[in-house]
């Protein structure tokens, strides 16, 4: 078997690769700088070497393959020495199609929001239906307490993501996936630091799914203008989801919550398919669901395995995950970064839990939150989302020009003039402070971030206990 080293280890797509390459018989190893959890717990639990820096001596004469992550950039030490010794080197997803792919049937997830949480649900409802698929997420998913699993059956679950694929590949990782089912939930404008405009946007799902053979599956979101605009692309036969559009093919109606769970009623072309329950909140999530039961249902899966197998889905790591409860106040870590996973994800927690002081916590980290193209949607998405505490963190990436960046006094400014109080405080450890000396029993906080946030929420539980 092959050596194989990562540069660029501990991003959640190139850890799951290392980790499915290992449990295949390679020798495995990678590096990385400045790495946190739950990827790094993951690779340790996974007995997979890193090194927490980069260094050209990593760079040994015994490895067969370096494996680039889409982070690294020219100037990199490893990178160096890799191409100065002309040593074989591969991006992640050609990594995934070359190693994984051509043997299978591809079963890709795509789509601005909800792609992680519909990629998870949609393996767990072939796992459990005994169909025994390969899965590859972008997060831990809690039932397979991992973000992958390798099986024996003929699917293989993926997240189409359609960043890019590495310094000398700028191209969307998901072109390489060889989609045989396709799901594109919906599509907004996302990356600026990847795609100029929207039609760059476009243009990327656009090849997508022209990439479905005649003889597979593309389903896309029906309550998305700009994804069902692209349904057109599709050489394959197409079938819609949705909530909002009565005219879609596969639809949730009667959505309830009741006693911790959602409960809604399928329709499939018009025809009742099923009623389904799920301990995923907000309408968000039922779409969520009705994606995965769609894709799940191309797959071979009748209503009565996909109903038995989603009751039983336990969710995603930082996905509205509950950290914990101190002082009966209930901490919640998420992954939102775009204004409309924000604008969802506290939506489905005021749905859950009406009648308690609800803050929001927000890091402004990933590339395109720090930049301004967002500034009024972040303030509408605050404004509407119906959080009664609104703290806005500084902005991750300083290094950006002062008119390109997020302006978070302004944010704060145009939110408390929408009638919803607001602050920008410096630090997480101010941030702390202030929670636990003003939170009262009962109430929730969500931190939503893409990244670390320095451990904000088992800082703030501990702060909490500790009174």
Request: charged share 25%; proline share 4%; with cysteine.
């Amino acid at each position: 078997m092959a050596t194989i080293h990562f540069i660029g280890i501990c991003g959640t797509a190139m850890a799951t690769l290392a980790a499915m390459l290992k449990a295949r018989g390679h020798d495995v190893q990678g590096s990385d700088h400045g790495m946190y959890p739950p990827m790094s717990d993951f690779l340790a639990r996974e007995q997979i070497r890193v090194f927490d820096r980069y260094d050209d001596a990593h760079i040994t004469p015994d490895i067969d393959l370096v494996i680039v992550g889409n982070a690294i950039s020219r100037g990199n030490v490893e990178l160096e020495a890799v191409l100065d010794r002309k040593i074989r080197y591969k991006s992640l997803p050609e990594a995934i199609r070359e190693e994984f792919l051509w043997q299978s049937r591809s079963i890709v997830l795509a789509g601005t929001h909800g792609k992680t949480t519909t990629t998870a649900l949609t393996g767990w409802l072939l796992t459990d239906a005994g169909r025994d698929p390969s899965v590859l997420v972008g997060g831990i998913a809690v039932n397979f307490q991992s973000s992958y699993r390798l099986g024996s059956g003929r699917d293989f679950v993926i997240e189409g993501d359609e960043y890019d694929s590495a310094f000398f590949d700028k191209t969307a990782k998901f072109l390489k996936y060889l989609p045989d089912i396709a799901v594109l939930g919906n599509l907004e404008y996302d990356h600026a630091d990847i795609y100029p405009d929207m039609e760059a946007l476009r243009t990327a799902f656009r090849r997508f799914l022209g990439l479905v053979p005649r003889s597979g599956r593309v389903i896309i979101g029906a309550d998305s203008p700009e994804a069902m605009a692209l349904a057109q692309a599709s050489r394959a036969p197409v079938e819609t989801f949705g909530i909002d559009d009565p005219d879609a093919f596969w639809r949730a109606t009667n959505i309830a919550g009741r006693n911790g769970r959602t409960t809604f009623d399928v329709w499939r072309d018009g025809e009742a398919f099923g009623s389904f329950a799920t301990r995923l909140h907000g309408r968000h999530n039922v779409r969520n669901a009705l994606a995965a039961i769609a894709a799940a249902s191309a797959a071979g899966l009748t209503a009565g395995e996909l109903q038995r197998a989603l009751e039983r889905f336990e969710g995603v790591r930082r996905r509205l995950e509950l950290r914990g409860v101190a002082r009966e106040v209930s901490v919640y870590d998420d992954f939102a970064h775009h204004p409309t996973a924000i604008l969802e994800t506290l939506r489905a927690v005021r749905a859950s839990y009406p009648d308690r002081r609800i803050w929001a916590v927000f890091e402004p980290r990933s590339a395109t939150s720090c930049r301004r193209v967002f500034q009024r949607d972040f303030a509408r998405a605050f404004t509407a989302a119906g959080a009664d505490e609104v703290i806005i963190a500084a902005v991750f990436r300083t290094s950006l020009p002062d008119d390109e960046r997020l302006d978070v006094e302004l944010l704060v400014r145009d939110v408390n003039a929408g009638g919803v109080r607001a602050r920008t405080l410096p630090g997480t450890t101010r941030i702390i402070e202030t929670i636990t000396r003003e939170a009262a029993p009962g109430d929730v906080v969500v931190i939503m971030s893409n990244g670390g946030f320095d451990n904000i929420h088992q800082r703030l539980l501990e702060a909490l206990g500790g009174r």
